[in-house]
Structures are given as C-alpha cells and as structure tokens.
C-alpha cells in the first residue's frame, strides 16, 4: 500500500475572521504528481504557505512524511525534504546558473559568510554532483556558467525548478512554474517535470495553466472559496459540472481539455517506440 508523503487534515488559515483556507483535507501519495488548481482568491498559495511553513495554521494538521510538521520552521521542514518553488523567480542575478543551484544546495550556517569572505567553504562532491544531476534533467548544462539575466524567461523559470531539485527533495512544491510561459513553453515543462517521479521524488503541482495541469497530474484538487470544491482524476475533473461553474466556464473548459489532449498526443509521439 503506497504510504502519503504529504497529508493535511482540516488545515485552516484565518487573516482577520476569513478562512483563506477552511478545513482543507488533501493527500499526496508517495510517487505520484498531484495538482492544485482554483481561480485567483481561492487559497492556493496560502496553502503551500500553510504547510512549508510560512504562515501559521488556525487549525488542523499537515503530516509530511509520517511526522506531524505544524510546529516546525520553513527550514526545518525544508530539511525534511519538503522543498518548494515561489511565483517570483527569486534567483540571485549576479551568480552563475550553477553558483544559483549550490546556493540551494549546501547547508547554511551561522558562520557559512565568514567562511565564504574568506573563500574557505569546503567543496562538497555529493552536493556538487546533485547540483549537476539538477541542471541536467532540466536541460540547464549548456548554461550552467550563464549569468540568468543572459536567458530568455523560459529557461529562467527552470533555473528557479532546478535550484529547488538541487536541495534533493522528497515532495517538490511547483508554485506556478509554466507562469509567463507560451505554450510551447509550458508543453516542454510538463514533460520535464513528469520525469521528477524517475528520481524517487513526488510533486504536488500548482498552477493557472490547465493543459498544463490536465496533462501532467495523476490527481487533482480543486480549491474554491478556501475549500475544497472537487477531487479526482484528469478526466474526471475535466467533466465536473462544478469545476466547471466556479474555475472554467463551459466554453473555457472545452478549450483548456482540448489544449491538454494536446499536450498528451505531443508527448506521446515523442516517446519512441
């Protein structure tokens, strides 16, 4: 039986008397890709908030990986393997891609600027070598050494994904990555973060961009209003009369599952046979 590598159970986040988020009960089996969709207002970041620790929870729980984390810090639980990614690229514009990724990577402490004045932090060969397995399942090598305001926005939206694998995490949080991206774009995402589950991870998606989402998850979760409106598979989701009323509209859900049958042919004629 495939154990949840996250699970929340009636986590609530209240900001002066409003439930952004009211009795949210979600699951994230071990190797799976799972999203979070909803209109704008509906929670979503709070959420991520909520569980890497960011802001505090009213109520209820989030267990990661079979251990109670509401009291932890955003460290500690990023410790634990619970890493994410933010809206804003947030990348350090006078690092290298690389200098950006081993930033992430290795462990800081109080003496770690002490320690980097002086050009004497050790080398790590097990964070170096993750640094370089980040930049490669996201096609980063050939601009390892670029500076990130030398890339085109696509490719620096990967930088932010790949910094977040450099930490080697067990459930990455993806807090619209495809934001910004064109569809071509956000196609060549979804099929680089599918091969995130290759690599003993699990992922929990959210994002606007619902081919984008429809192709890629194994389940999806819809949030309205700060709570959770509908659950289930791709195809499920695409047919749910409510997600449809309070996300989608009939017309825009037509054209959003089309985009995703899309996407899925695309990837399907590039595996070869």
């Not at 999203?35 to 267990?63: E, H, Q, R």
């Not at 002086?118 to 090598?141: C, S, Y």
């Not at 930088?159 to 619209?176: C, H, N, Q, S, Y």
């Amino acid at each position: 039986m495939t154990k949840n590598i996250l699970e929340t159970d009636g986590l609530t986040v209240t900001f002066g008397g409003l439930n952004a988020n009211d009795s949210v009960d979600l699951a994230v089996p071990e190797g799976t890709f799972v999203g979070l969709i909803g209109p704008n207002g509906a929670g979503k970041t709070t959420f991520i908030d909520a569980i890497t620790g960011y802001v505090g929870m009213s109520a209820g729980t989030a267990t990661f990986d079979g251990e109670d984390i509401g009291a932890l810090k955003p460290h500690e639980r990023a410790g634990k393997g619970l890493i994410r990614t933010f809206q804003s690229l947030e990348l350090f514009e006078d690092l290298s891609v690389r200098d950006n990724l081993l930033v992430a990577g290795y462990p800081t402490k109080w003496y770690t600027f002490i320690l980097d004045m002086l050009h004497m932090t050790p080398k790590n060969q097990e964070i170096e070598e993750r640094v370089d397995w980040a930049l490669d399942i996201l096609n980063l090598t050939d601009v390892a050494d670029a500076m990130p305001t030398d890339l085109p926005h696509g490719r620096r939206k990967l930088v932010g994904v790949a910094r977040a694998l450099a930490a080697k995490p067990k459930l990455i949080l993806l807090d619209e990555p495809a934001a910004g991206l064109d569809t071509t774009e956000s196609t060549n995402l979804g099929r680089q973060l599918r091969t995130f589950l290759d690599h003993d991870m699990s992922v929990f998606l959210i994002d606007h961009d619902m081919g984008l989402v429809l192709s890629v998850c194994d389940y999806i979760y819809v949030l309205d209003f700060g709570q959770i409106i509908a659950q289930g598979t791709p195809a499920e989701i695409r047919e749910d009369p409510a997600v449809k009323a309070a996300y989608l509209g009939e017309q825009a859900g037509e054209v959003q599952a089309q985009e995703a049958d899309r996407i899925r042919e695309s990837q399907q004629e590039e595996v070869p046979s």
